[in-house]
Each structure stands twice: as C-alpha cells, then as structure tokens.
C-alpha cells in the first residue's frame, strides 16, 4: 500500500476509535446501569430500542442532508455535539420518565454517525486505493480498549458507565475537523432518492437477512451482562467476553481481503449468519465464565465479517452519488427495524424465557437470515434509483 493512503487514513481512523471508545462501554454496560436504577427488563428493554427506532427515520435524513451539501464533516460535528449533550441528560436522569426523553434525543443523533462515518471512508478509499476494512478496523480497537478497560478497572456498575463515554464523545466534536469532504454535493437530489433504491431485489433481500441477524444479536447486545450477573458472575466476564470477541473482530477486518478474495459478499454474509447460529447456540448452553470466553472469538464473524461484506454488497450496487443514503437505508432497516423489533423481543423475552432460551431463539433466527441472503443474484449489477432491478 502506498503512503498516502496510510498518511491520509488517521482523520478517518482516529474519529472511528474514538467514537466506538464510546460504543464500547455504553452497549455492554449501559443497560447494567439502567438495571442498577431499579427498572426491569422489559423498561430495560424499551430504553435500548430508542435508538433503533430512531434509526428508522433519522439516518436517511442526515444521509440526504450529506449527499445533497457534500459536507458530510460538518454533519458529523453537529452529530457529535448533539450526542453529547444528550448523553449528558441520559447521565442525570434516575428514573424510567426521565430516561426515555434523555435516550430519545440521544438516539436522534448517535443512531447516523456510523453511515456518515462509512460514507467518508468509502470515498476515501475511491481516492487512495485504502481498504475499508482496514480503515474500520480502528473503530474495533478502540471498542476492544475501552471495553477491555473498564471492565477489569470497575468493580461494579456505577456512574462511571455515563462519565468516561461522554468524555469520549465529547471529543468527537473538535475531531470531527480534521475530516476531509471529497464527494461533489448533488444539490438536485430528491429526499426521496434513496428510498427509489429498495425497487431492487437484490437489496431488499440484504436488508431483510441484515435485519433478521440483528434481531438475533439483540439478546446479546441487550440483555447479555444482566445474564452474565443473573449467574453469579462479575462485570470482568462482560468486558473479557466483549474484547476477545472484538480481538476477533479486528482480526477479520484486518486480513478480510486476503481470506474472501474475490468470494461475493452475499456468501461471506451467509457464512457469517450461520457461525452466529453456532455462536447463540452456544450460548444457550453454558453457564460458566470459561465456556462463554471460548464461544467469544465467533463475534469475527457476528460483526466483522458481517459488517464489511455488507458494505461490500452495497459499494457494487449503490451509485456513488447516494453513498450516503445507501448507507443510512442500510443502518435503518438494519440496526433500526432489526434493533426496533430484536430489543423489544429480548426484553420480554428475558422475563419470560429467561437468557438460555432467549439464545436458542437467536440461533434459529440467524439460519433463516443465511437463506434469505443467498437469494440475492450471484453476479451484482449496479442499482439506478430511475429503472427497477
């Protein structure tokens, strides 16, 4: 690779670690503090689908926004302000009442940092040749060492889950600057045009296996350190769990060109949907902290692999002058409608199934998944928003 993609590569780099610092600490531990405020599972549940309901709508907004000035930059800056400000009121409130205006307006704006974020690098990665996976992997390092940190630093849950991410996304907004705008602005763009892209088979066959393997990573992301402290464990078993599953994460990332080659991302994606299958299989097995450790290095493929040949799958499709609104339509129907309706689920059925069985659901749920994405056609042709797929 050649230098000035490297060189080039720290803006993007140092804005993607600093902002899944944050994620690093607030999706394993926030809903253990929520618990700790004396609120059950279920309204554990409906703080945590704010922000993918929120994704149902507001990413395709900002994304316009995006496309249409070719500032995605400064629609980070605003991003990363807002956010901040939000989780400051999400840090003071106590109780359910106060808490769900506090993570609605903070799901407004966190909910479209990563298509922004995946936009830029895309054509960052047009300009220099870069790869996207190497670029996105930072965002995996700084999750595995904030995760990994604090969770061997804190002996229990307290305010620390709210003071250290907001210090964190706090410094997004000076940050934010350094980032370089390289897509020409399509003033003339509808705000309907990105939705014109779901006319195409192929992309309503990934948004529909996305949302689905989503929907079975809820009870994990949402209910998995209550588990882990329903069994007698310590909050160290949340933070392990978490950073050996991104040392896998980063690992895929990093060598993804090198394994897949020129494998079609719809059979990666397959792939990956069926070793989650073996994962939460897993997990509705074990009880101990040695056997979740051991299942942990299948989040390679949960995320990694998952999220890259995604990304994959819509760079071939997508025109480059919607990267954006490809991106957030992908975040909605993705982490929106799949987080909207797999946080709702996990909550209620925590209480009611228990995590065991919570997790054998989620098995099941990511084999349909891996049908639904070998629909999609086996040699890719660009979408166009003006002629049906």
């Keep these: 690779m050649s230098p000035r993609p490297v060189a080039s590569r720290l803006p993007l780099a140092g804005f993607y670690f600093l902002y899944f610092a944050a994620v690093g600490i607030v999706l394993p531990f926030l809903p253990a ?6 609120l059950s599972a279920t309204q554990v549940g409906l703080l945590l689908c704010l922000s993918p309901l929120a994704s149902l709508l ?11 000035t070719g500032r995605a930059s400064r629609v980070l800056t605003v991003l990363a302000l807002g956010a901040a400000l939000a989780f400051a009121l999400v840090g003071r409130a106590r109780t359910f009442d106060t808490l769900v205006p506090a993570m609605a307006l903070y799901a407004c704006f966190v909910c479209a940092f990563t298509p922004l974020m995946d936009s830029l690098t895309l054509h960052h990665v047009a300009r220099t040749g870069d790869s996207f996976a190497h670029v996105r992997l930072f965002g995996s390092v700084g999750f595995i060492a904030s995760t990994v940190l604090f969770g061997w630093l804190v002996t229990g849950v307290n305010e ?6 907001l210090a964190l996304l706090s410094a997004l907004v000076p940050w934010s600057f350094t980032l370089r705008d390289t897509a020409a602005p399509s003033r003339g763009l509808s705000p309907l045009a990105g939705l014109a892209l779901l006319r195409h088979p192929d992309l309503r066959w990934l948004l529909a296996a996305t949302s689905l393997h989503w929907m079975a990573c809820a009870p994990f992301h949402g209910t998995f350190s209550i588990h882990v402290m329903s069994l007698g464990l310590t909050p160290a078993v949340v933070g392990t769990v978490a950073g050996i599953g991104v040392i ?65 799958f819509l760079s071939r499709r997508v ?3 919607l990267r954006a609104s490809g991106q957030a339509l992908f975040a909605a129907f993705t982490f929106g409608l799949g987080g909207l309706v797999g946080y709702l689920s996990s909550g209620v059925g925590y209480d009611w199934l228990g995590g065991h069985r919570l997790f054998a659901v989620a098995c099941v749920v990511e084999l349909v998944a891996a049908g639904l994405v070998l629909r999609a056609s086996a040699v890719p042709a660009p979408l166009s928003t003006t002629s049906p797929g």
């Design 33 to 38: 503090w929520f618990k700790s405020l004396s």
């Design 58 to 68: 507001v990413p395709p907004m900002w994304g316009h926004l995006a496309d249409r």
């Design 160 to 165: 620390w889950v709210v003071l250290v991410p």
């Design 248 to 312: 896998a994460e980063v690992a895929v990332m990093a060598f993804y060109s090198r394994v897949a080659g020129d494998t079609a991302p719809r059979v990666v994606l397959a792939v990956a949907f069926v070793a989650s299958a073996v994962r939460w299989g897993g997990m509705a097995l074990v009880s101990s902290a040695e056997g979740m450790v051991l299942i942990a290095p299948l989040h390679g493929m949960t995320f990694g692999a998952f999220y890259v040949a995604s990304v994959a």
């Design 319 to 321: 025109p480059p002058e």
